[in-house]
């Protein structure tokens, strides 16, 4: 009795011992000004501000279900798809090219960043105000469920307004980019979840007070102007006229890399949304969105916390090879493991969520939710894997597999919608998105042996010239 008490003890003293050395050991991590302390210490940053915003955004959705027509959540839908689409052209990979640039946080890089951004974002803004008259007409006018609410000019007016977040997206400050850059995600949280609170907040109470879809087109705008705003109140800049033709060169090249990327992303991201805008109703299309940002909160989650810390991560460690592969590698089943619980489960039980959350006209899409579920999984990867090649300093060979993943989708997805109902159109995204994902693999383990090879012959070369030396 005497023995087999000391053995568990003995146990006992070893699983404390063992807790003690990992409490330790993240201590260490999380003080310590390694990669591993700065991604653990952001993550935890961005984790809290986005819980936050998670729990109020998600309160804000189940109100405005409750508060306005499914046929007006579509309307919004297809007015925030659109306006997506041209706010995206102005996206160059600023953003990404002061990460990933060694010369990224210098004054003239950033005025040059600036410049370059505000400029496009001008000119798209304009572009898009005279073309706001042909995209309401090719997607409302045969749609009688929004025609006999919202007049045509009204219609107008409404994307011309939600436009402007064009402006305010490319002419935040520069300097708040250099903030992930340097893993400072505290002012990155305070920038982008207050900006979202607020935006939410405006929209909540206009559609309490008027309950009209001009709520959530004046919140978006509203959210996007504290965005702006706040960026420079806490990442101060003040661009000049000047030009600096290195750091414009550099740009400019980052800018070849990723050329028609953006836009192409974009177009496959909300390929189902423009598609089932155009074939369904207007009020199934709400529906389809509503199901679309449930089934697309643990990939919101993901892009939250984790997707702004895997490019400097990435960028820092592109000239070890061996170190990068294994982190990328622990990244993809790191993520598999931890969302792939989520999804069966939200399948198993899609119907008793949807109408729990939204109500029991939403049970509907229930396999449209649940396909959409397993389409949120992939796309988790295929972050990963576009970070990998952005941090590398290769975006254009990530260009290969989204011209993949946007030739399948293109293809598949109005057959299967009428196959398999509204359902078909993630089913096809997950075709397509499998198939590139294959493809941008083959791409990044070619990366890895290319640089592998370098690296040896690098040391190669160094060792015949100490022997010469010698």
């Not at 995600?185 to 405006?202: H, L, N």
């Not at 119907?351 to 029991?360: D, N, P, R, S, W």
């Amino acid at each position: 009795m005497l023995r087999l008490d000391q053995l568990r003890y003995r146990r006992n003293e070893k699983l404390i011992r063992r807790l003690k050395n990992t409490i330790s050991a993240t201590k260490q991590s999380l003080l310590g000004t390694s990669l591993k302390g700065h991604f653990l210490r952001s993550s935890l940053v961005m984790s809290f501000g986005v819980v936050i915003s998670k729990v109020f955004g998600f309160g804000s959705k189940v109100v405005l279900a409750r508060l306005l027509l499914p046929q007006e959540i579509g309307l919004v839908v297809m007015i925030m798809a659109v306006t997506g689409l041209f706010d995206v052209l102005a996206e160059v990979g600023v953003k990404q090219s002061v990460i990933q640039n060694p010369r990224g946080d210098a004054w003239v890089y950033l005025n040059t960043a600036w410049w370059f951004q505000a400029i496009r974002s001008v000119g798209l803004l304009g572009l898009a105000y005279v073309l706001t008259p042909w995209v309401c007409s090719f997607y409302f006018k045969d749609k009688p469920e929004v025609i006999e609410i919202h007049t045509m000019g009204e219609l107008i007016m409404m994307s011309r307004v939600a436009f402007l977040t064009i402006f305010f997206n490319g002419v935040v400050s520069p300097r708040a980019h250099v903030l992930e850059k340097h893993f400072n995600f505290g002012k990155v949280v305070i920038i982008s979840q207050a900006s979202f609170m607020v935006g939410a907040i405006v929209t909540i109470v206009l559609a309490v007070i008027y309950r009209s879809v001009w709520a959530m087109v004046v919140g978006l705008v509203i959210a996007a102007m504290a965005k702006c705003f706040l960026s420079y109140v806490l990442c101060p800049f003040l661009p000049r006229l000047t030009y600096d033709s290195e750091s414009f060169e550099e740009i400019l090249g980052f800018a070849r890399g990723i050329f028609g990327l953006p836009i192409l992303t974009y177009a496959i991201y909300n390929m189902d949304i423009f598609v089932i805008g155009k074939v369904f109703p207007a009020s199934t299309l709400g529906m389809y969105g509503m199901a679309l940002i449930l089934a697309k909160t643990p990939m919101d989650l993901f892009g939250r916390v984790f997707a702004p810390l895997l490019l400097p991560t990435f960028a820092r460690l592109q000239e070890n090879t061996q170190r990068l592969r294994k982190a990328v590698l622990k990244t993809i089943w790191t993520t598999i493991g931890a969302s792939l619980p989520i999804c069966i489960a939200a399948i198993f039980f899609r119907k008793q969520i949807l109408a729990l959350v939204f109500g029991a006209e939403y049970v509907a899409v229930g396999t449209a939710f649940g396909v959409l579920c397993i389409y949120a999984v992939c796309l988790m990867i295929s972050v990963i894997m576009a970070s990998v090649l952005f941090g590398i300093g290769r975006p254009g060979k990530h260009r290969l597999g989204m011209i993949i993943w946007g030739l399948i989708s293109a293809t598949l997805i109005y057959p299967f919608i009428k196959l398999f109902g509204i359902a078909g159109a993630p089913a096809a995204l997950i075709v397509a998105v499998v198939c590139s994902l294959v493809v941008e693999w083959r791409i990044i383990n070619g990366c890895f042996s290319i640089a592998q090879s370098e690296h040896e012959g690098k040391n190669e070369f160094r060792e015949v010239c100490a022997k010469k030396a010698e």
